[in-house]
């Protein structure tokens, strides 16, 4: 089998929560896996002098009736989060503590519960109960261990230095794809090889 597709994201990125209801079936259809990796994106912000882009003038407005425009058009539900933009640190840590599959289905459940579905994913309860909700206890210890800490935080120095600087952000073999609308050009570079 080929190597995955790597899968960056900050789960406070309404981009990164449509790519999230894509990416595994793309991959899918050209015998691929994908290795989601959540990371801080505000780290990247610090390096580009970015900020979130609900916050920028012009942009912002505009990307708010994106969101859901995109949504609508994938089909998947959209409710814009209270307290948008957020930092979601524990959910994040979590995805690393519980590693594998299981680390993906309960990203994939704190996406939906922020994205489809508008809840506070920054509380321990939401977290705590999404846990539970896959069988899995003890998180609210599990995302304070040192080394999951450490997780995050080498997993975010990584995706830097490999020039991740948004969310939701894509390798393919080794070739960089920013945004959920480059997932189009990430199905056609796996079909063909690259161009």
């Known amino acids: 089998m080929s190597a995955p597709i790597d899968f960056y ?8 929560y449509l790519a999230s209801t894509q990416i595994d079936a793309l991959a899918e259809r050209h015998g691929r896996k994908v290795e989601w990796r ?13 900020k979130p882009l609900v916050e920028q003038p012009l942009r912002g407005p505009y990307h708010e009736r994106d969101f859901a425009r995109s949504a609508r058009l994938l089909g998947v539900p959209f ?40 809840r506070d994913v920054t509380v321990l309860a939401t977290l705590t109960e999404l846990a539970v909700g896959l069988g899995v206890t003890g998180l609210a210890e599990g995302i304070e261990f040192a080394e999951t800490k450490a997780s995050l935080r080498d997993a ?7 020039g991740v600087f948004g969310s939701p952000f894509f390798f393919v073999d080794g070739e960089p794809f920013w945004g959920h609308d480059r997932l189009a050009q990430v199905e056609i570079w796996l079909a063909r090889g690259g161009w």
Do not use: C, N
């Open 156 to 162: 975010t120095d990584q995706a830097i230095a490999r």
């Open 38 to 50: 959540p990371f801080v994106l505000g780290a990247a912000f610090k390096v580009t002098g970015q």
């Open 9 to 16: 994201f900050d789960f406070s990125s309404p981009y990164g």
């Open 79 to 118: 409710r814009m989060p209270a307290g948008f933009p957020f930092f979601a640190l524990g959910a994040s840590r979590a995805v690393y503590w519980l590693g594998g599959e299981k680390g993906k289905a309960f990203a994939k459940a704190v996406y939906h519960a922020a994205f489809g579905e508008g």
